[in-house]
C-alpha cells in the first residue's frame, strides 16, 4: 500500500507541472496558428461581400479588440483566462464558456459511445486475430485493421453516410436532433438514432490499434510456458483463453484505450463535420474558418486537458498495477 501511495505521489506532481506546460504552450502555438491564418477576423464578422465602411470596419475592430497589436491581446485573454474569463466568442456572440457547455455533452457523449464501442470490438476481434494465428480469420482482421489504420476519417464516415442514410435511409443524414423541433421535444430515442451514425464511424477508427495489440498479446500469452502446461494438461483452447488469456491481456488493452484519448478527439472533428453533428469539433472548424480567437484558444485548452487526463489515466493504472515501472523509470 505504501509503495503504491508513492507511485501515486511521484506521478500526481509531476503530471500536474506537465500539464501546466502543456497548457501554456498549447495557448501560445494555437494563438499563432490564427495569427498566420490568412483569415480576417473582420471580414468574417461583417462578410466579405457586405457594403461596410472603413469606419464601421474599424469600429467593429476595436470593439473586439482586433486593433490591439498580437502580443497585447495574447497577453490580455491569457490574464481573462487566469480569472475565469475565456472571453467572448465573434462567431456565435455568447461566451466561450457557455459555447463550450452547450457543445461539450454532445461531443463526449459522442465519443464516450465511440470509445467503448472502440474498445470492445478491437478486444474481441484481437482475441479472435490471435487464437486463429494465420488461419484465415487472422489475416482477415488483420487486413480490415489496416484497412482501417490507412483510410481517412472523412473518408469512412462519407461511405457509411452514403450507405446506411442515403441508399438505404436507415438513419438520419446528420444533426444531433431533427430539424425544426425543439430541444425539450426531442425524444431520448431520436437522439441516440442521430447519435448512431457518427458514433460508429469514430468507433470503428479507433478498432485497429486495440485490435493488432491484443492480438500480439494474445499470442506471447499463448506461447508461454504456463499455458503450453495447461495444453499439456488437456484444458480447451476456450477455457486457457478465458482463464488466463482474457486476465494478462486486458490491463493493456484497457491502458492503450485510455492513451488513444487525442486520436479519438481528433476523430471526431472530422467525424462531426461529416455528420453535421453540432459539437465541440464542428465548433472549432467554424472558429478556425472565421478567425474566432477566443473560441479557438478555448476549444484547445479543453481538448489538451482532455488528452492529457486520457494519458495520466494510462500512467495511473499501469503504476498502480506494476509500480517497478514507474521505479525503473521515474520520468517516463
Known sequence: MRERNKVLQKLIWPSFLRMITLLI??????FALVMASPVDPIDAFVGSESNVSQEQRDNVARYWGLDKPPVERFLT?????????????????LPVTQVIGERVKASLALMGVAWVLSGILGFVLGILAGVNRGKLMDRFIKTFCLALSSAPTFWIGLLILMVFAVNLQWFPIGLAAPIGRLASEVTLWERIHHLILPAFTLSIIGVANIALHTRQKMIDVLES?????????????????KRHGIRNIML??????FASFSELFGGSVLAEQVFTYPGLGNAVTQAGLRGDVPLFL???????VFVFAGNFIANLIYGIVDPHIKEANPHG
Not at 485573454?77 to 456572440?93: C, E, F, H, K, P
Not at 493493456?252 to 484505450?257: E, K, R, V, W
Open 25 to 30: 504552450a498549447m495557448s501560445v502555438i494555437a
Open 77 to 93: 485573454w491569457a490574464g481573462n483566462v487566469l480569472q475565469g474569463d475565456m472571453g467572448i466568442s465573434t462567431t456565435y456572440r
Open 225 to 241: 510456458e504456463y499455458v503450453l502446461f495447461a495444453k499439456a494438461r488437456g484444458e480447451s483452447t476456450y477455457s486457457i483463453v
Open 252 to 257: 493493456p488493452a484497457i491502458t492503450l484505450q
Open 298 to 304: 478555448g476549444i484547445a485548452l479543453f481538448s489538451a
